[in-house]
Structures are given as structure tokens and as C-alpha cells.
């Protein structure tokens, strides 16, 4: 399907932040090799219709522009990529269409979005904060990494704000909402630090708290970084468990003031009815089964918490006999206890049950609940396990009940690819394709029909709302 592209922004300076600005010319930032577009051979259940797909474009249409993460506002899904991010129009989900592309290098490019704010993570070391930034050394004590603003009154053109340094810059991010709404909160969750890196020294056992003043995003403020973990964490283990050094990623839960840290080696949950001071209150860790916590999302009742393994970190293939149903997969956790006495209580594991390839990276990732009262049910992606939704209404029996999954992108040589991210928003499955572009499912079962008429004016997946139908 050809799309319909609006405006390309081709890049942007700090400030002034109101035109274009050609990127510069580093031969780091771009692959010569392009996506020639997503597999034809498809397998899926029957309860599952693929309405449409929208192939990575250019600039962003190379294999090491990596699509990634997304966050929602009314119509518009905002995409992330490892050079920047991509705006869709999503009226009509038969036929999304891209309204803009800001190029912006600087890795992973997690997003969130609050009001007229769009909030972009850079990961990796940039020579300057402005989006014509090149790659730099990680030894470069001058070296650039952390949160981008945009004001995206105007979705058609996006215009940078301001930005904020963090330690060890901004793997992901959080948006966590100020009980007064005077503020956005961002829970920035970084990791790896190494002694040779001059910016990310070891110790890392914290987050880094922005606030951002919704009268004046141009002045973006760390106000604490909180060591999570005074005893240093999980010290890692011989057999692939990952020393835990700060967190992967966090789901809060605002209405109950909790929030779930997927923290490389420790699963941990906070209390942050103080938002600037956020607490840990239980903390487990499974050096069996689980060898890098990746990512956490709560049940609707925030009764329940589904944390993912990313076995292998995203590119390996561990969705294969060899590895096995409890490593790569999901935990599920029962919440005991009520407030700061909650405590984490395991009950099963969940992971796709159809083998991929060994040519095919797979292993839990990015998903969010499909709003159903009485049921938890959730769609998540699996790189190129595909996208698969399972019923956990009982947290010891999870089943699967629908799946689409592609097959390998290359055949012959295993190369990352697949779903990103899959999230159900406003009736429809959204997948983020590391190379496949954006996809839209219709997912077509008696058991979640009612998730249909459930309507977000914004969803960040991360940030967890509660739902009625």
C-alpha cells in the first residue's frame, strides 16, 4: 500500500525550532541497504482480519531504521524510530497515511505524549542536543544524551522545544500525570553505564525524574534521581541473568498510585503517591527462568502485573524448541496485599506456542490490555514471533486466543526485524514493524467485542488508564 506523505521534516535545530534544517551527512546514521517491504506469507487465526500495512518510507525505509515504540493522541499515532519518529493519521485504520516524519537521530525513540507535548528518548551519545546531531564516541566527555520536547499543536509540524541531559541518557521513559496537572512527570529509565563511559558511571541504580511545567516546557527540570537499589540489585548470574544497573522500563498505574519497574534483574513495585519521590515496596526475581526484565503492564484492576523476559535482547531467536516455554515469555503476577503492603506473587508463565525459525529474533515484548471489563486479556508483539493475544483472566492458565505472525524476513540469515510494539487503541490492533512499517489488525472475537467501543482521547501504553464498557 502506498502512503500519502504530507511533509518531511528533514531536521531540527533546538532554537530557534520553526524550519527545517537538512541533517547532516554522517555515515553512521544510515544503512545503504532498504527495506524492499514486509513479508506476503502471513499465518493468522481466523479472528484476526489484517486490514493494513504502510512499508517503512524514506528516509526511514533502511534496515537500521528501526521503527519502535508509540504512543496515541484522537487520530494520530506518533511511531518512533532510531531516527526520529513518524506521525500517522489513523481516521480511517483501512488506510493510515503518514502526515509527517521529523528526522532526528539518536536511537530507540521512545515516545509519550500529554496535550500539546510529544516526549522523545535519546539513547545513544549524540555530539549536540539538536536533531542534525552526528554519532559520537561514548568516551566523549561532551557527548549529548536524554529527553526531547515537541509541541505538536500543529501534528503536521512538529517543532522542538527543549531538551534535559540524563544519566546514561534515556533508554525509555514514563509519563507519569501530576495530581495537579500543573506538571508532566517523566520516569526515565537508563542502563549499561561502564566505567570508560564519562557520562554513565557505575554505579547506575536509579532513575532520573524530569518535570516538565505545562506553562513552560522550554524549561524541563531533573528533580531527582532516586537509588532504587541501595544494595546494588541483582549481581547477575553466569548462566545470562543481567546484573540489574538502573531499570529497562516502567508502567505506572495512576489511579492506585503503583507502578511496576522492569529492572534487567529485579522485578520491583512502587508506591508514587509522591510522584518526585517514587519507593520501592516488593521486589522479586526469578534467576531461573528470567534473564533480562524488559517491560511490566497491570491488569485493569491493578491486581495483576505481566512482566516480559527479553531473552537475548531482541535479536536472538528463542521462540524455538531449544529454549523452550519459560524463558523469552512472560511472568504473571498476582498483587497481595493492598497499598504500600502489595506484594508480588507468581503464578505462570505465558510464551507464544508456535516455534519460529532460528532465522526469526523472538521473545516477549511490547503489548498493552485490551480493554475488556471482567477479563484481562492482552495483544502483544514478539518481534518476528509476530503479535499474539492471550487471555489471563486466570493468571495460572493463560491461553492464547489469537495470533498473526509473519514469516522470517530473511530466510537465510537471521536479521532483526519483526513487531515492535502492538497495541490495542480505539478498536484496533496497532503494530510497530522494526522493518515491516506500521500494521492494523481487526481483531474480531466474542470474548473482546466490547473493547470496540472503549475510547481514549491519548493512550501512552505505559502510563495505564482505568476503563469501563
Not at 317 to 345: F, H, M, Q, V, W
Not at 420 to 444: C, F, K, T
Request: charged share 20%.
Amino acid at each position: 500500500m502506498g502512503a500519502a506523505i504530507g511533509a518531511l521534516v528533514l531536521g531540527l535545530s533546538l532554537a530557534p525550532a520553526t524550519s527545517a534544517t537538512p541533517p547532516s551527512d554522517g555515515p553512521e546514521q544510515y544503512s545503504t541497504q532498504t527495506v524492499a517491504g514486509p513479508r506476503s506469507e502471513i499465518d493468522k487465526s481466523d479472528n484476526i482480519e489484517h486490514l493494513a500495512n504502510l512499508p517503512k518510507q524514506a528516509p526511514f525505509n533502511t534496515v537500521e531504521a528501526f521503527g519502535t515504540d508509540i504512543a496515541f493522541q484522537k487520530n494520530i499515532a506518533y511511531v518512533g524510530n532510531y531516527d526520529g519518529f513518524v506521525v500517522y493519521n489513523i481516521a480511517n485504520p483501512k488506510k493510515p497515511r503518514i502526515v509527517t516524519q521529523v528526522q532526528c537521530p539518536g536511537g530507540q525513540g521512545d515516545m509519550s505524549v500529554s496535550g500539546n507535548l510529544l516526549f522523545v528518548s535519546t539513547d545513544y551519545p549524540r555530539t549536540n542536543n539538536t536533531c542534525t546531531s552526528e554519532a559520537t564516541d561514548s568516551a566523549d566527555p561532551n557527548a549529548w544524551e536524554g529527553m526531547k520536547v515537541f509541541d505538536i499543536s500543529n501534528p503536521t509540524k512538529p517543532r522542538y522545544v527543549s531538551s534535559i541531559a540524563t544519566d546514561c541518557g534515556s533508554h525509555t521513559h514514563t509519563l507519569v500525570p501530576d495530581k495537579t496537572d500543573e506538571n508532566v512527570y517523566l520516569y526515565v529509565s537508563s542502563y549499561g553505564p561502564k566505567a570508560e563511559f564519562p557520562n554513565c558511571q557505575p554505579p547506575h541504580d536509579k532513575i532520573s525524574i524530569i518535570k516538565v511545567p505545562r506553562a513552560n516546557p522550554a524549561a524541563p527540570e531533573v528533580v531527582n534521581a532516586p537509588v532504587l537499589f541501595p544494595d546494588g540489585g541483582n549481581p547477575g548470574q553466569p548462566d545470562g541473568v543481567r546484573e540489574t544497573s538502573g531499570c529497562h522500563d516502567i508502567t505506572v498505574f495512576p489511579s492506585k498510585d503503583l507502578a511496576a519497574g522492569a529492572c534487567m534483574g529485579d522485578g520491583v513495585l512502587f508506591d508514587i503517591s509522591d510522584r518526585e519521590h517514587p519507593r520501592v515496596i516488593d521486589q522479586v526475581r526469578d534467576d531461573t527462568n528470567f534473564a533480562f526484565w524488559h517491560s511490566a503492564t497491570f491488569n485493569n484492576e491493578g491486581t495483576k502485573v505481566v512482566f516480559t523476559d527479553e531473552l537475548g535482547g531482541g535479536g536472538a531467536a528463542t521462540c524455538n524448541e531449544a529454549t523452550g516455554p519459560t524463558r523469552g515469555a512472560n511472568g504473571i503476577y498476582d498483587l497481595t496485599g493492598s497499598g504500600t503492603d502489595s506484594k508480588l506473587a507468581f503464578k505462570s508463565y505465558y510464551k507464544i506456542p508456535r516455534h519460529q525459525a532460528d532465522t526469526e529474533n523472538c521473545v516477549a515484548h511490547n503489548g498493552s490490555l485490551i480493554p475488556v471489563a471482567g477479563g484481562d486479556f492482552m495483544v502483544q508483539a514478539w518481534y518476528q514471533g509476530g503479535i499474539s493475544v492471550f487471555d489471563f483472566t486466570d493468571s495460572t492458565k493463560p491461553q492464547e486466543i489469537a495470533y498473526f505472525d509473519r514469516s522470517a524476513f530473511n530466510p537465510n540469515e537471521l536479521q532483526t526485524a519483526g513487531s515492535w510494539s502492538a497495541y490495542y487503541y480505539n478498536g484496533h490492533i496497532y503494530s510497530s514493524g522494526i522493518q515491516e512499517g506500521l500494521d492494523v489488525l481487526d481483531l474480531r472475537d466474542e470474548r473482546t467485542d466490547s473493547a470496540k467501543e472503549v475510547r481514549y482521547q491519548e493512550f501512552n501504553p505505559q502510563t495505564q488508564p482505568v476503563y469501563e464498557n
